[in-house]
């Protein structure tokens, strides 16, 4: 177990080694921070001295030495637009997305597990085959699509619900919630679903295939002979056995949910890490975008440990096939 | 059992729109009366006045902050706090007379002091608006309420730019540290990006850079006793997609919005609650030739001339006259305003808005759209259709950079431009790219990397000085002396240079704006230093509830803001 944990993490320095790399030669290409840091009348012995001055005249390997000497520490300097320092914008931000990357995950599972559920046990029904049908939207519409839908019916149209924002947030000292007031979770309802309908869908269908295939298993077939309830069947034998695949798709979905939310956080102008970072990326903020990147890997290498320890918990199987490697 | 099951998926499958529901019942919270409440597609990044000088940051500051002079309605120079200046010794000295019993917002008095703080940080080695006073100004303080500026040569528009050339309280400032502009490389978070002081007519109350900023109305402003606006509170939040921005103003949950992208001007005006405010900017949106380098740059291609042609002046077709010339009337801007801008634009002659010209605008023409007159002069200059080339009878090859999200559909202009110029036989390899990128390519920073470019220019003073000096300015390679910065094509003419250098000092107005006639005689008429194409207009969305002002120079003033 502890072997597991310590390659995992030196996996993990790996993975973010390469994530760094990427990033930096990204940004060769991004563009000229320095044009979008001064007015048009700005000389250019004054936009020289800023381009010095912020390293950007150095040689690339020193510049790539100082960003990851830098992103080790997690000092990842002062944004270019706002003159704060990066990692205490980031902070934040990311109440916000980790709100609404946790609200739309849990709609996502407790919608997606019942329908594939029962999708799965009643193929036939008329109620299956809509489900069906509806979560054919969920995978082939875009997101900015779904949510532009939403805030003209729900916003325009009828008027109910806030088209863009986080309504009145709360400080809770080190984390700021919209969770607590009424203004708030009416804010993020569109958001949610329509950051979450994908992976609500993607569950629908992962626990459907499952629970096809598993009630055909024997064991099944022996505990309806031994006469136990059909609850007990279902939920007690049958879902447990399709739950490792969900919980792997789970854990890899919500850090893309994280990730992605990008797009969400644009079109419901969600105060998030998402949205600063897109803003970041049209303004050339590289110290924004350096943190940002580097934060999803982590946050994608945190993940999938978690993910991998939770086969431990769930599946036997895993845990005898690591005693009997060693 | 199973009817359970059933119950259960249904019931969490409608959850969705149960909670709509709910939500429809209760209907939306109402808001507090007089909240003016605005959705902007930028941030405000910063509070200090000094750090860019950019219109949207300085102009939302503008309700916080005053200058010594102001701007009204239509641009008309006003007393701001200075009640009142006079111009000496042939506008070398001007004599400002300040304002008595302001006070700054945190309670400091206002007083000759802190102008001459205020003009020492703006010339401070970390500030971006340097360009607001010229170089070898000297402040003195009179006494206490009057301040001279003493000039080293003749500066007649001194003040063209001071409406944005804030005051800021020296007790303050030196109070909290922040004696220094936050410079645009600042390592250290600054005090003033993030609170701010002014005399204005309005309190920042809270600010969340890029997320969030509240103002709120300042009782103790020292005009609020004339104050044409009844707001209490503004709130500010930029909505960066441009759908989510006309919705947040359709479904009434803001007051303002900039801007409304054409295609939804019309949505905007359905409604029975918003409508759109649309007039000319002073923004001027022009074609640039590369009129510098001797060789075009890749992608460009120019097929030797065949047998019988005319010959050639040089071997950058763009440094010939009457390639540029044609290059013009193988245009047609009306069709450009019309389908491209739908409307929201005014083709324009010169490249400057002729509102800020009134004098001697009137008597400039712009070329006649005329595809035969082209082919002619393009022949002549000896760029005759090579058989073959470039898929079709083309002339010659060239790539042209165009931004996409910078000016009002930018790119498609440049669309209907490469097929328009397509028709006279140009061949055009578009370059479009987002600001980001094209700037960095096209301006100092990338060496001026174009032949031929689309781009966009507002005179920062309001004056056409400022075109004849940054547009038109004899530059180096670098763009280095602080002259022809945004001269991207490289153009020089020793005349022009002349006489924008008479029209600095030129003191008496009529003389003045000759000169300035004089000079566009040369780069419009003889030179065709450009091609300008239109003012694109402004279009705000507000609320019908709202009456105010709009400025062309697209500074909102809040102090003008009426809600019924």
């Known amino acids: ?326 | 059992m199973l009817r359970r099951l059933k119950g259960i998926a249904v019931a969490v499958a409608v959850a969705l729109a149960g909670a709509a529901s709910l939500a429809a019942l209760s209907g939306s919270p109402a808001h507090a009366q007089n909240t003016f409440r605005m959705g902007f597609q930028g941030n405000l990044n910063t509070l200090d006045p000094y750090t860019i000088n950019e219109t949207f940051t300085l102009a939302m500051l503008g309700n916080v902050y005053e200058g010594l002079t102001a701007r009204g309605p239509n641009l008309q120079i006003i007393p701001g706090l200075a009640e009142r200046w006079e111009i000496q010794e042939g506008a070398r000295l001007w004599r400002f007379h300040l304002r008595r019993g302001v006070k700054f917002q945190g309670g400091e008095d206002f007083t000759a002091d802190d102008v001459i703080f205020s003009a020492q940080r703006i010339r401070g080695d970390t500030s971006d608006l340097r360009v607001r006073i010229p170089n070898g100004a000297e402040f003195i303080k009179v006494d206490n309420f009057t301040v001279d500026v003493r000039l080293p040569t003749p500066n007649p528009i001194l003040i063209a730019d001071w409406d944005t050339f804030y005051i800021m309280s020296r007790t303050w400032a030196e109070r909290n540290n922040a004696t220094q502009a936050v410079s645009s490389r600042a390592t250290e978070p600054g005090f003033s990006t993030l609170n701010a002081n002014g005399t204005g007519a309005f309190r920042v109350t809270a600010h969340q850079p890029g997320v969030r900023t509240e103002l709120t109305r300042n009782p103790n402003w020292w005009n609020d006793a004339n104050r044409r606006h009844n707001l209490d509170r503004v709130i500010f939040t930029p909505i960066l997609n441009d759908a989510t921005r006309v919705a947040a103003l359709l479904s009434g949950e803001v007051d303002w919005v900039d801007p409304v992208p054409v295609q939804d001007m019309d949505r905007v005006n359905a409604n029975a609650t918003t409508r759109v405010m649309a007039g000319p900017e002073t923004r001027t949106i022009y074609l640039g030739f590369d009129q510098r380098r001797d060789q075009l740059l890749a992608p460009a291609e120019i097929p030797p001339a065949p047998a019988g042609a005319a010959q050639r002046r040089g071997t950058n077709p763009f440094k010939d006259v009457r390639v540029r010339r044609a290059f013009y009337q193988a245009i047609d801007v009306n069709l450009i305003v019309q389908r491209v801008m739908r409307g929201q634009a005014r083709a324009s002659a010169l490249m400057i808005d002729p509102n800020l010209f009134p004098r001697h605008a009137a008597e400039f023409q712009r070329l006649a759209f005329d595809t035969a007159a082209a082919e002619r002069l393009l022949d002549e200059a000896g760029y005759p259709r090579v058989q073959g080339f470039r898929g079709g009878n083309n002339r010659f090859s060239v790539g042209m950079d165009c931004p996409n999200d910078r000016y009002v559909n930018d790119a498609a202009i440049c669309q209907a431009v490469i097929a328009m110029l397509a028709r006279v036989g140009i061949h055009i390899t578009p370059i479009i790219q987002p600001r980001a990128q094209y700037f960095g390519k096209i301006l100092a920073g990338g060496g001026y990397n174009t032949n031929f470019y689309l781009l966009g220019w507002t005179p920062g003073t309001n004056d056409s000085h400022n075109v004849l000096i940054q547009l038109h300015g004899c530059r180096d390679d670098r763009g280095t002396g602080g002259v022809g910065v945004a001269n991207v094509g490289g153009y020089c003419n020793e005349r022009v240079r002349d006489l924008t250098n008479q029209i600095l000092v030129e003191a008496d107005p009529v003389k003045r704006d000759g000169l300035i006639r004089d000079a566009f005689r040369i780069t419009v008429n003889e030179d065709v230093a450009y091609i300008p194409l239109h003012q694109q207009a402004l279009a705000w969305g507000v609320n019908r509830r709202v009456e105010m002002a709009q400025r062309p120079d697209n500074v909102f003033m809040l102090y003008h803001v009426m809600m019924r």
């Open chain 1, 1 to 326: 177990m502890l072997a597991f944990v310590l390659r995992r993490l030196v996996q993990s320095l790996y993975v973010m080694l390469a994530v760094g790399v990427l990033a930096f030669a990204l940004f060769r290409f991004v563009g000229d921070p320095v044009n979008q840091m001064v007015g048009q009348d700005t000389s250019v012995e004054d936009r020289d001295r800023l381009r010095q001055e912020l390293g950007l005249n150095d040689p690339v390997p020193l510049q790539f030495l100082n960003y990851l000497w830098r992103a080790a520490r997690f000092d990842f300097g002062i944004s270019y637009q706002f003159k704060q320092p990066v990692m205490q914008l980031i902070a934040e931000r990311f109440p916000a997305t980790m709100e609404l990357a946790v609200v739309a995950m849990i709609l996502a599972l407790v919608i997606g597990i019942p329908m594939g559920v029962y999708t799965g046990l009643y193929r036939e029904s008329w109620v299956s085959k809509a489900f069906l049908a509806t979560s054919l939207v969920g995978i082939s519409l875009p997101t900015f699509f779904i949510g532009i839908l939403l805030i003209f019916v729900f916003a325009v149209q009828l008027n109910v619900l806030p088209s863009f924002g986080r309504g009145q947030v709360v400080d809770l000292g080190f984390w700021n919630t919209g969770l607590l007031t009424r203004s708030g979770w009416l804010a993020i309802i569109m958001p949610a679903i329509t950051l979450g309908l994908f992976q609500m869908t993607l569950i629908m269908r992962l626990v459907r295939a499952e629970m096809l295939e598993i009630m055909r298993m024997d064991f099944i077939k022996f505990a309806r002979a031994r006469g136990l309830k059909s609850r007990v069947i279902y939920f007690g034998h049958a879902l447990k056995n399709t739950l490792v695949p969900v919980i792997t798709i789970t854990g890899l979905q919500f850090g893309s949910i994280i990730a992605f939310a990008i797009v969400t956080e644009t079109v419901f102008q969600w105060p998030g890490m998402g949205l600063l970072f897109l803003r970041a990326v049209q303004t050339v903020d590289i110290p924004i975008m350096a943190a940002y990147l580097m934060l999803i890997g982590l946050m994608f290498v945190i993940v999938n440990m978690i993910v991998d320890l939770l086969y431990f918990a769930v599946d036997p199987r895993i845990r005898v096939a690591a005693k009997a490697a060693h």
